[in-house]
């Protein structure tokens, strides 16, 4: 590597691994978000109100999975609304999907499509539907979010097809909204000052993002079990591929410093000594943009500039799928 390769090259910082905190708490299940229609917390349970009657359902920090299914009791086997068949599938088809999607599926369906098209009676959905609900989340600058929402119905529907429940899909055939690849670039500088400001937990969850190329959900329940003499060896949640990422001087530094604090089966722990959970991930980072003056990149933003920067491809991506993450080339001339 000559001297102008290396001025570009970022620098992190060396410091000694930190003190190990004294214990690492079990992690309750946090409370679900935009409930579905007549389920209300209340006293650290969830109860499902029908005619001024509250029954009981489940404790709050048994999560959404208990929740979902003890919610079937109050759902008829053969459901007469696409509300009650969204309980259903989340009941039933949602475990088993990937653990990567699950949450994706849940935000969905209990932030928007229950509130939206719950209260419709089952092959009542039509195409025109679907595609003036396109346009509605288009219109709130959600593009995107429409067409996640729109996918996330139509495999609920044709989930209810299989039971004879939902006679025709009216997703099929309805145009998606055009996506437009985001264009953010995270600059060398500015990782390098982030890097320099983050507490030491985040900081190495942020550098092994960058290093590695990982989602952030693997980083996230990444364990010890993953940390080898080859390197962190993994199957990633979204696509089940087995990945082994071999070790180079900065990326075993991080993850030493990270496996030095947590007293966990997980690697990158908080500043509580406790697993990041998704919400817990999303404060640390708020509180980071605070400190950085209140402009910060996103995580998921770090995957692309790693495709970009990289001499190979880190994300192991085919290259159809590649040129969505590489946001900057460096290119020689011929002479």
């Not at 092959?123 to 995107?144: D, F, M, S, V």
């Not at 939902?166 to 998606?176: A, E, I, K, L, S």
């Not at 507490?199 to 996230?220: E, N, Y």
Request: aromatic share 8%.
């Amino acid at each position: 590597m000559d001297d102008d390769d290396q001025s570009n090259v970022i620098a992190f910082p060396v410091q000694p691994p930190p003190q190990r905190p004294k214990a690492c708490a079990t992690i309750a299940q946090p409370a679900v978000k935009n409930l579905p229609p007549k389920v209300h917390a209340k006293d650290g349970r969830y109860y499902y109100v029908d005619k001024n009657k509250w029954n009981k359902l489940t404790r709050v920090d048994e999560g959404a999975s208990a929740l979902y299914t003890a919610l079937q009791k109050w759902t008829s086997d053969r459901p007469a609304t696409y509300g009650q068949l969204m309980i259903l599938y989340v009941a039933r088809a949602l475990p088993e999907l990937k653990p990567a999607t699950q949450p994706e599926y849940m935000r969905q369906i209990n932030g928007r499509l229950q509130h939206h098209f719950g209260h419709m009676i089952l092959n009542t959905i039509e195409p025109t539907h679907i595609a003036q609900y396109l346009q509605l989340r288009k219109t709130e600058g959600a593009p995107k979010g429409g067409n996640r929402e729109r996918a996330t119905l139509s495999s609920v529907i044709s989930w209810g097809m299989r039971f004879g429940w939902c006679t025709v899909n009216p997703c099929y055939g309805v145009r998606r909204n055009k996506e437009t690849p985001s264009k953010v670039y995270v600059e060398d500088a500015q990782l390098k000052d982030v890097i320099d400001r983050a507490p030491i937990c985040l900081r190495d969850l942020l550098a092994i993002a960058f290093l590695t190329g990982l989602r952030q959900g693997d980083l996230r329940i990444l364990l010890r079990e993953n940390i080898t003499e080859r390197g962190i060896e993994l199957r990633q949640s979204k696509d089940g591929k087995h990945r082994i990422i071999s070790w180079t001087p900065a990326t075993k530094y991080f993850v030493d410093s990270a496996l030095a604090r947590s007293t966990c089966d997980h690697v990158f722990v908080g500043e509580a000594g406790r697993p990041y959970s998704m919400d817990g991930l999303q404060s640390a980072m708020k509180r980071l943009k605070a400190q950085c003056g209140g402009t910060l990149f996103k995580f998921r933003e770090l995957r692309p500039k790693a495709a970009s920067d990289a001499e190979h491809n880190v994300l192991g991506h085919d290259a159809m799928m590649l040129r969505t993450y590489v946001r900057a080339q460096t290119l020689k001339p011929v002479r």
